[in-house]
T-cell receptor
Framework: DADVTQTPRNRITKTGKRIMLECSQTKGHDRMYWYRQDPGLGLRLIYY???????NKGEISDGYSVSRQAQAKFSLSLESAIPNQTALYFCATSDYDRNEQFFGPGTRLTVL | GEDVEQSLFLSVREGDSSVINCTYT??????LYWYKQEPGAGLQLLTY?????DMKQDQRLTVLLNKKDKHLSLRIADTQTGDSAIYFC????????????FGSGTRLSIRP
């Protein structure tokens, strides 16, 4: 079984809709992250969390919110989706030692 | 500011060596990483190097770090078709232990 899972894997939605992307992990890591990937731009950090009570904004948090429901669960919400939020979204966890990131398979989101 | 730069594309003949280059700006980085992304998948850590090392070798992979020039490279010996992927350089920020800055990724294609 995968260590980091994301649901849904693909989603098409319309402008103005609220969308939630979910992430679960069995790594036992405290640190979790949400990134978005756009062609030619690499990965950009949206939000990260060190533990259940700790939430931090990344470089592109506008238009997004997150919830850390448990150590193993970290969800990303788009309150009112817009077309330029069309992207591939990745959840990741990391350890304390090398800060190695363990990625989920990604969610491809299309906003029409 | 914080930045990691890579060229977007590299084409290599099967059996030759591939060299993917990366430059970064934060001289206080603790770890530098190479991640591999295969089509339809998340990123996976390929190798990493601690900032006090100059070189690291792991089977077909050789990582070179030039701290003076803030240059990191990944050499893949005897490149195979299975090496086709996007390769991301990343640095772990000393100023924020949890934060990883990714480059835009280099797409490696293998020609026969």
């Amino acid at each position: 079984d995968a260590d980091v899972t994301q649901t849904p894997r693909n989603r098409i939605t319309k402008t103005g809709k609220r969308i939630m992307l979910e992430c679960s992990q069995t790594k036992g890591h405290d640190r979790m992250y949400w990134y978005r990937q756009d062609p030619g731009l690499g990965l950009r950090l949206i939000y990260y969390s060190f533990d259940v009570k700790d939430i931090n904004k990344g470089e592109i948090s506008d238009g997004y919110s997150v919830s850390r429901q448990a150590q193993a669960k970290f969800s990303l919400s788009l309150e009112s989706a817009i077309p330029n939020q069309t992207a591939l979204y990745f959840c990741a966890t990391s350890d304390y030692d090398r800060n190695e990131q363990f990625f989920g398979p990604g969610t491809r989101l299309t906003v029409l | 500011g914080e930045d990691v730069e890579q060229s977007l594309f590299l084409s290599v003949r099967e059996g030759d060596s591939s060299v993917i280059n990366c430059t970064y700006t934060d001289s206080s980085s603790t770890y530098l990483y190479w991640y591999k992304q295969e089509p339809g998948a998340g990123l996976q850590l390929l190798t990493y190097i601690f900032s006090n090392m100059d070189m690291k070798q792991d089977q077909r992979l050789t990582v070179l770090l030039n701290k003076k020039d803030k240059h990191l490279s990944l050499r893949i010996a005897d490149t195979q078709t299975g090496d086709s992927a996007i390769y991301f350089c990343a640095e772990s920020m000393a100023s924020s232990a949890s934060k990883i800055i990714f480059g835009s990724g280099t797409r490696l294609s293998i020609r026969p």
